[in-house]
């Protein structure tokens, strides 16, 4: 290719379906970045590229930089073409990315960012599990499908539910529900809520650091203290190492626990002229006008 062209996701997925058999497909990142998934842009954790993996099964592909061949059986239902690219369907690519994540963390974080799509859901990726007896790193994709969620927003989030959900064992912890006032009125929706204690817990990256972005988090930080939710803030720092951040959210459980359950003045019960939109069913069922209303908050 010219020295011109970017050398984008779609880019390589494009230069690497070239050499892809009659038999085969793109597979994994590649192809769920082809279809545009958010945050999946071809790189690990260091930033280094990953190769686009092709499926070929039958045939012999041509091995070239970049691209790496899977002999793994391919049932022929799970190929697609999208955009003049065959690829193996969302719910084949991300469990092949899940079956062979290195850490649980990471398989998580597949399926919550691609169920954020809306292209797979979590109930159809059970059913496909259930396809995949015996293969390599079904118990990992069981696993992660259980504690997966459809209504994560970023990356960051995944991580700030699991440590909530895994590292503290915190049950009922929801991702992106609105939460209002009992008199219907939205008070914010938190990344993630302790249903149980009652404690909102935010990511806050670089971009919060900002004047008008600190000053309008202190403001949201104060209307859901004023309807008695707890508050708590992880940064970078604590994705690396969140033992700070658990003091932190043990002590803002401790507080919230102080106060009794027929003092609550929130709830996330929707009032009925609410449209739900948290998870992939609901999302699917949308207008397209209702989706860009909606759904743009998910984009930011």
Not at 48 to 76: C, D, F, H, N
Request: a positive charge; aromatic letters at 6%.
């Amino acid at each position: 290719m010219p020295a011109y062209v970017p050398d984008s996701p779609q880019q390589r997925v494009l230069e690497a379906s070239a050499v892809v058999p009659a038999d085969g497909a793109v597979t994994g990142w590649a192809a769920l970045a082809w279809q545009r998934v958010r945050w999946v842009d071809g790189c690990d954790a260091d930033g280094s590229e990953l190769p686009v993996t092709i499926l070929s099964p039958g045939s012999q592909a041509r091995v070239q930089a970049g691209v790496e061949v899977s002999k793994e059986r391919m049932l022929p239902r799970t190929r697609q073409v999208v955009d003049g690219v065959v690829l193996t369907d969302p719910h084949r690519s991300v469990a092949f990315e899940v079956r062979r994540a290195e850490t649980p963390l990471s398989a998580v974080r597949w399926l919550d960012l691609v169920a954020a799509s809306d292209l797979i859901s979590l109930a159809e990726m059970a059913a496909y599990a259930e396809t995949l007896s015996g293969w390599t790193g079904i118990d990992r994709l069981r696993r992660a499908i259980s504690l997966a969620d459809e209504n994560v927003w970023s990356p960051s989030e995944t991580d700030l539910r699991l440590t909530l959900k895994v590292r503290m064992g915190i049950a009922g912890v929801v991702s992106n529900r609105p939460v209002f006032d009992l008199d219907g009125r939205h008070i914010g929706t938190p990344d993630v809520l302790d249903l149980e204690r009652g404690v909102v817990a935010e990511y806050d990256g670089a971009l919060h650091l900002a004047g008008k972005q600190r000053a309008k988090d202190l403001r949201r930080e104060g209307a859901f203290r004023r309807v008695g939710l707890e508050y708590v803030t992880m940064v970078a720092a604590d994705r690396r190492d969140p033992a700070d951040f658990i003091r932190r959210t043990h002590e803002a459980r401790a507080r919230a626990s102080r106060t009794p359950m027929a003092d609550r003045r929130w709830t996330i019960d929707p009032p009925r002229w609410w449209t739900p939109t948290h998870t992939v069913e609901m999302r699917r069922a949308l207008a397209d006008w209702q989706r860009e209303r909606y759904l743009r908050a998910r984009a930011g």
